[in-house]
Every structure is written in C-alpha cells, then in structure tokens.
C-alpha cells in the first residue's frame, strides 16, 4: 500500500461524508441534541445538489502548499464543477473541472481549451460507494451515536450549532474498508497506522430557520517523516443548484492527447 496515496483517498472520504449528514428539512422549535442528531441521520444521503468550499494545507518544515476549492454539485444530474487555486511557495496555478458522471468524463482546463478524458477508475469507484453509502452503515451508525452522547448543541438568537469530534485514528480501519474493499490486509491497517497519524476530527453542523444550513469538518494527519496535512471543508448551499448544467464550450472539448 501507498501511504501517500491512501492519506489522500481516507481524508476524501472523511469530508466527503461529513458533508453528506445534512440537508435542509424542517427543525423543531425547541430542539434537543437527540432531535437535532435525528435530523441530520434521516436527512443522510438526501442533498440534491449543493456547495462545497474546502481548504487544505500541507506543511513540512518551512515549505507550505495550499488548495482551495470551490465545488458545486448536483447529483440527479451527477455533475460536479470544480474550481480553485493551488499554492505552492511562489507558484500558483489554477484549477478548473468538470466530472460528468453520467458520461463517466473528466473535464479540464487546459492551456486555454477544455479537455476530457475518461474518470480514472479508482476516483468512479470511491464516489459510488460514497453516494451509495451501503458500505458504511456501521461507520455512520457509529458516528451518530457519538454525536448523540457526545455532541454538544448549542443555540442562540435562532442559530443552533451541533459541534463534535470524533477520533480519527479509531475510523482508519472501517475506511480503508471502504476504498480497499476486499483487498485490504491487516498488514495494510498495521501499516497506515504506524506511518500516519490522525487526529480529532471535528465536526459543525449549523441549524437556523428550520433547517440544516451548513455542515463543516476539519482534519489533521501527520505523516512519519513526512508532512502534516491539514483539511478544512465547509458544505452549503443545499439544493440551490438544480439548474447546474455543461457550459456549451465544456460539451465542445477535445479528447486528452496521450503519449503513444
């Protein structure tokens, strides 16, 4: 196993799922963390469509690279707009993208023309786990009944706030379950956990005006020897992007020349 490549896979699905535990839907006026932990768990794996604004910052020693993403993403149309900048030192680029997965294409911006190719495998298979989410009910039956005991929910002039945090070194095998499936040893598990570290990962989630608003995770894995990578995602906007559709130059794109 690729520890890099595992970190990268493992923290996806961590936000990916915490932005996938909340939806607009009707909250009571006098709410309890039992009705508010209620909500967010009927209320899995029903977002239409939304926003996604995520940070992620990796240190070692005096070198720092920075990406910022704006995702918009409607799943009835199972399109997802991607764009961003990636800071690195001195350098900085632009990021631009579009995943059809519908037509299973991946589109991006490059040297002023768009191009596609298709998704590579690995990055289909993860999203349609994530979006079927059978694989992990035990780990979301797991983390609803920590948020439940141990949660903390709080509220203010119309603004409630369900704060919490679970340990992230605890949910590495169940993970690793997910993205690996059948191919996963003990030998993998002992492995990530000797060389990677995760911390608390801490979870938000905003209530206001009778429904959910805003669900925010942030997450920290220090790897043996190597960098610590920080991850911030804040998901919004639920179902107010219904209309998100191909721009007319996107559909017009060109096919990624391959060396032969």
């Known amino acids: ?29 006098a709410m309890t963390k039992k009705q508010a932990v209620a909500i967010i768990k009927d209320n899995n794996n029903k977002q239409d469509s939304g926003k996604l604004h995520s940070t992620t910052t990796t240190l070692l020693k005096k070198d720092k690279a920075t990406v910022t993403i704006d995702a918009y993403f409607n799943n009835t149309s199972q399109l997802v707009n991607e764009t961003g900048t990636i800071k690195d030192g001195r350098h900085k680029d632009k990021v631009s993208i579009w995943v059809d997965g519908k037509n299973n294409r ?39 009944k920590n948020l439940e005991k141990n949660g903390k929910l709080t509220h203010k002039k119309g603004v409630y706030q369900l ?10 095998k169940p993970v690793m379950q997910v993205i690996l499936k059948n191919e996963i040893k003990n030998t993998d598990i002992k ?21 959910v608003v805003s669900a925010q995770s942030k997450t920290t894995a220090k ?23 191909l721009p007319d130059d996107v559909k017009n794109a060109v096919p990624v020349k391959t060396d032969k």
């Open 1 to 29: 196993m690729k520890t890099k490549k595992m970190i990268s896979s493992i923290l996806l699905t961590f936000t990916l799922f915490a932005g996938g535990l909340s939806q607009a839907q009707p909250v009571a006026a």
């Open 106 to 144: 991946l589109y991006n911006f490059n040297k002023n023309k768009w191009e596609y190719e298709t998704v590579p495998d690995d990055y289909q298979t993860l999203l349609n786990d994530l979006t079927g989410q059978k694989p992990l009910v035990k780990l979301t039956k797991s983390i609803f």
């Open 163 to 172: 704060t919490g945090s679970i340990n992230g070194q605890k949910y590495v």
């Open 191 to 211: 492995s990530f956990a000797k060389n990677v570290k995760i911390g608390k990962i801490k979870l938000n989630f905003t209530l206001t005006d009778q429904k």
């Open 223 to 245: 790897l043996k020897k190597g960098p610590t990578i920080k991850i911030s995602e804040t998901f919004s906007h639920f179902n107010e992007y219904g209309n998100l559709a």
